[in-house]
């Protein structure tokens, strides 16, 4: 937390700005990793790295929200708390057996969620925390029973972040789990023997950092009937660089072992603030989606960001898909569908300026909401207004596509991340070129074409949203939308 020699007053009045309202949030205080997602007994639970004590990282705990629609979160007692034996709660999953595994391959209560995660003892240094993965049930998705240690450690100092699937072919249980700078594959019958079954090292290309929150799971490629990937993500925590730390791979799985198709690890999002994403494990009944979430930092200046009632924000809930292009299957990740319904009427422009190279439209906003824009073409420019705070400027080219931060403060960020960033765009990404552009208080997500290209990036402007003006070509189809505020908190 950096918030500088700031009243007290102002320093409120800067969390009230910057809080989002369509994204969550801790309550109070430090949260980063979500951890555990399940959909059990109707809703959807949503776990989180938390310190309830402090705005900032320590004590890890498991807090707690749920929601019935992915958008709208109630905050819930804490899960997993720190103890004697265990140590902190440090990030994890949960399955539910009897969904899973029809009943197979656990010995305990019929209809309950199990969690596995690091216990993680902090002895003398911070370098010595001695992690071990343990398990806890639940009846009912919210009081816990411990259940101790189910893989010990070896004598290794990073050895944490498990998730756990079942492989319906063989009906056991996997985990995947980062080690140092690998990823080591376990299997299970029940939940609590575990052995290892493979090793899959790093590409030397990708950068130095420790390595954290694995997952693994299979997708179907959409455009390519019968074709089915297994997708290996990882996470590079670099404290000396900001750039992004989320990457993917593709390959084959037979429960035992991954084996790579394709040929490097890609970056997942392109912006600075994806980390540490984690998909549900299930979702509701007969729902196929595969849906995940994403702690909105980057671990090289998460502690030091400018709010001070609460630290952290989570993205919104992306549908991930496969897509082939050019043979080679790419992730693609949408909003959730149900983020629509947040939707309030398209506003109209109060102004449109024609010029030669096509209708500038400005829009006039209310700094209370979140924003959606769409837009329909093949070059745009996307201007967030916030007055004398500066600007955003977002421009999509006939093969680029840059988000201009320059003229716009960005607190701890300023030193740290290059204000203007550029990605390449593949002519052939989709049929209709479109740009979705997010913006909620302090966190900007855009979404391109059918999702084949994202960003994600926090931003903390010196004062509220102000205007928003965006120019296109004069026949392209421009669209506004005001978002119904979900997150309702008091900030004093």
């Given at each position: 937390m950096n918030t500088g020699n700031i009243s007290p007053g102002e320093q409120r009045k800067r969390d009230r700005m910057w809080r989002p309202v369509c994204h969550f949030t801790p309550p109070f205080n430090w949260m980063n990793d979500p951890c555990?997602?399940?959909?059990?007994?109707?809703?959807?639970?949503?776990?989180?790295?938390?310190?309830?004590?402090?705005?900032?990282?320590?004590?890890?705990?498991?807090?707690?929200?749920?929601s019935s629609d992915l958008l709208t979160w109630q905050d819930a007692p804490l899960a997993l708390t720190p103890n004697n034996s265990e140590g902190m709660a440090f990030t994890g999953s949960a399955v539910v057996p009897s969904e899973a595994s029809g009943g197979e391959g656990w010995k305990g209560e019929s209809d309950a969620v199990v969690a596995i995660y690091t216990g993680a003892i902090q002895r003398t240094t911070p370098e010595d925390n001695h992690q071990r993965q343990c398990i806890a049930t639940s009846r009912d998705g919210y009081i816990w029973d411990r259940g101790g240690v189910v893989l010990d450690n070896p004598g290794i100092q990073n050895f944490r972040d498990p998730?756990?699937?079942?492989?319906?072919?063989?009906?056991?249980?996997?985990?995947?789990?980062a080690v140092e700078r690998s990823i080591h594959v376990y299997t299970?019958?029940?939940?609590?023997?575990?052995?290892?079954?493979?090793?899959?090292?790093?590409?030397?290309?990708l950068p130095g950092g420790v390595l954290e929150c694995p997952d693994l799971f299979p997708l179907q490629v959409i455009n390519d009937p019968g074709r089915t990937e297994w997708v290996l993500v990882l996470h590079i925590e670099n404290a000396d660089s900001a750039d992004p730390g989320a990457y993917y791979t593709l390959g084959s799985f037979d429960g035992y072992r991954f084996l790579k198709t394709v040929g490097t690890f890609l970056p997942i999002d392109g912006g600075h603030d994806f980390y540490a994403t984690q998909s549900w494990t299930n979702m509701g009944p007969e729902d196929e989606r595969r849906v995940w979430i994403a702690w909105s930092a980057n671990p090289a200046y998460a502690r030091l960001q400018p709010t001070s009632r609460w630290v952290g924000v989570l993205s919104i809930p992306r549908e991930i898909s496969l897509r082939c292009l050019d043979g080679r299957g790419l992730l693609c990740q949408v909003p959730v569908?149900?983020?629509?319904?947040?939707?309030?009427?398209?506003?109209?422009?109060?102004?449109?300026?024609?010029?030669?190279?096509?209708?500038?439209?400005y829009y006039r906003v209310e700094d209370t909401l979140a924003w959606e824009i769409l837009v329909e073409a093949n070059f745009c420019r996307i201007i967030l207004s916030f007055g004398s705070a500066g600007r955003i400027i977002i421009y999509r080219g006939q093969r680029t596509f840059t988000i201009d931060r320059t003229d716009c403060d960005m607190g701890c960020f300023t030193e740290l991340v290059d204000p203007v960033k550029t990605s390449l765009l593949h002519?052939?990404?989709?049929?209709?070129?479109?740009?979705?552009?997010?913006?909620?208080?302090?966190?900007?997500?855009?979404?391109?074409?059918?999702?084949?290209?994202?960003?994600?990036?926090?931003?903390?402007?010196?004062?509220?949203?102000?205007?928003?003006?965006?120019?296109?070509?004069?026949?392209?189809?421009?669209?506004?939308?005001?978002?119904e505020p979900v997150m309702h908190r008091d900030d004093g």
């Amino acid at each position: 937390m950096n918030t500088g020699n700031i009243s007290p007053g102002e320093q409120r009045k800067r969390d009230r700005m910057w809080r989002p309202v369509c994204h969550f949030t801790p309550p109070f205080n430090w949260m980063n990793d979500p951890c555990g997602l399940v959909y059990f007994h109707g809703n959807y639970h949503l776990f989180y790295q938390h310190n309830p004590a402090d705005a900032v990282w320590g004590s890890m705990h498991w807090g707690h929200a749920v929601s019935s629609d992915l958008l709208t979160w109630q905050d819930a007692p804490l899960a997993l708390t720190p103890n004697n034996s265990e140590g902190m709660a440090f990030t994890g999953s949960a399955v539910v057996p009897s969904e899973a595994s029809g009943g197979e391959g656990w010995k305990g209560e019929s209809d309950a969620v199990v969690a596995i995660y690091t216990g993680a003892i902090q002895r003398t240094t911070p370098e010595d925390n001695h992690q071990r993965q343990c398990i806890a049930t639940s009846r009912d998705g919210y009081i816990w029973d411990r259940g101790g240690v189910v893989l010990d450690n070896p004598g290794i100092q990073n050895f944490r972040d498990p998730k756990v699937g079942w492989y319906q072919e063989t009906g056991h249980w996997f985990m995947v789990l980062a080690v140092e700078r690998s990823i080591h594959v376990y299997t299970s019958r029940d939940l609590r023997s575990w052995k290892q079954s493979d090793t899959i090292t790093m590409d030397a290309e990708l950068p130095g950092g420790v390595l954290e929150c694995p997952d693994l799971f299979p997708l179907q490629v959409i455009n390519d009937p019968g074709r089915t990937e297994w997708v290996l993500v990882l996470h590079i925590e670099n404290a000396d660089s900001a750039d992004p730390g989320a990457y993917y791979t593709l390959g084959s799985f037979d429960g035992y072992r991954f084996l790579k198709t394709v040929g490097t690890f890609l970056p997942i999002d392109g912006g600075h603030d994806f980390y540490a994403t984690q998909s549900w494990t299930n979702m509701g009944p007969e729902d196929e989606r595969r849906v995940w979430i994403a702690w909105s930092a980057n671990p090289a200046y998460a502690r030091l960001q400018p709010t001070s009632r609460w630290v952290g924000v989570l993205s919104i809930p992306r549908e991930i898909s496969l897509r082939c292009l050019d043979g080679r299957g790419l992730l693609c990740q949408v909003p959730v569908r149900e983020l629509m319904s947040l939707r309030r009427s398209s506003v109209e422009p109060v102004q449109q300026r024609f010029t030669s190279s096509g209708l500038t439209r400005y829009y006039r906003v209310e700094d209370t909401l979140a924003w959606e824009i769409l837009v329909e073409a093949n070059f745009c420019r996307i201007i967030l207004s916030f007055g004398s705070a500066g600007r955003i400027i977002i421009y999509r080219g006939q093969r680029t596509f840059t988000i201009d931060r320059t003229d716009c403060d960005m607190g701890c960020f300023t030193e740290l991340v290059d204000p203007v960033k550029t990605s390449l765009l593949h002519q052939d990404y989709a049929e209709k070129p479109t740009t979705r552009v997010f913006f909620d208080r302090s966190i900007l997500e855009c979404f391109l074409d059918d999702g084949y290209r994202t960003t994600t990036d926090l931003v903390f402007p010196e004062a509220p949203l102000q205007g928003i003006e965006v120019a296109t070509q004069s026949y392209d189809e421009v669209q506004v939308f005001p978002l119904e505020p979900v997150m309702h908190r008091d900030d004093g």
